[in-house]
């Protein structure tokens, strides 16, 4: 009887440790902001595809896209016009995606390494991720040139902030 005590009780223990989350993708949110215009925005219709261990990040994938036809910076004429051929062409290119290549731990930080792919191009991108109560804030900062994106015709004035909130349960 107690050996079918301890292992019941080593079972429950092994489960309770485990940190295998899930994304709330309707809670998820996908912010930018333009530094050089201090412009914001959001994009929608996350859809993630990862899976995520908090205590074994080796085993962790994270990945997901997001809708470009969502993105929205509070301006009617100006999300057109950035959802053109001159821009994000939207038609062509109706999803932004990530996959991450490397997990790790860092400190109080989760480094993501992985491909962001914009408009077709695909570039290697690191979010650094913050655990607080059930969510998960990473940053990324980008230039929109790497991605075919020219605002400005200066590399340095085409700097994005991105950041992700992965609520989860």
């Known amino acids: 009887m107690k050996k079918l005590f301890f292992i019941i009780l080593l079972f429950v223990f092994a489960m309770a440790s485990a940190q295998q989350i899930t994304i709330d993708e309707t809670k998820a949110t996908v912010k930018f902001n333009f530094l050089e215009d ?36 509070n301006n009617w004429l ?3 016009h950035l959802r053109s051929k001159k821009y994000f062409n939207l038609s062509d290119f109706p999803k932004l995606k990530f996959t991450s290549t490397k997990v790790e731990r860092s400190d109080t930080t989760i480094n993501v390494t992985g491909i962001l792919e914009i408009k077709g191009t695909e570039k290697q991108v690191v979010f650094s991720f913050e655990k607080s109560d059930k969510t998960l804030r990473g940053t990324a900062q980008i230039n929109s040139q790497d991605f075919g994106i020219s605002i400005h015709d200066a590399r340095e004035e085409n700097n994005v902030l991105v950041k992700i909130t992965l609520p989860f349960k």
């Open 78 to 80: 100006r999300n057109r």
């Open 38 to 73: 201090d412009v914001d925005g959001t994009l929608e219709g996350f859809d993630f595809t990862g899976s995520i261990d908090l205590n074994n990040l080796e085993n962790t994938t994270i990945s997901g896209t997001v809708e470009m036809k969502t993105l929205d910076t």
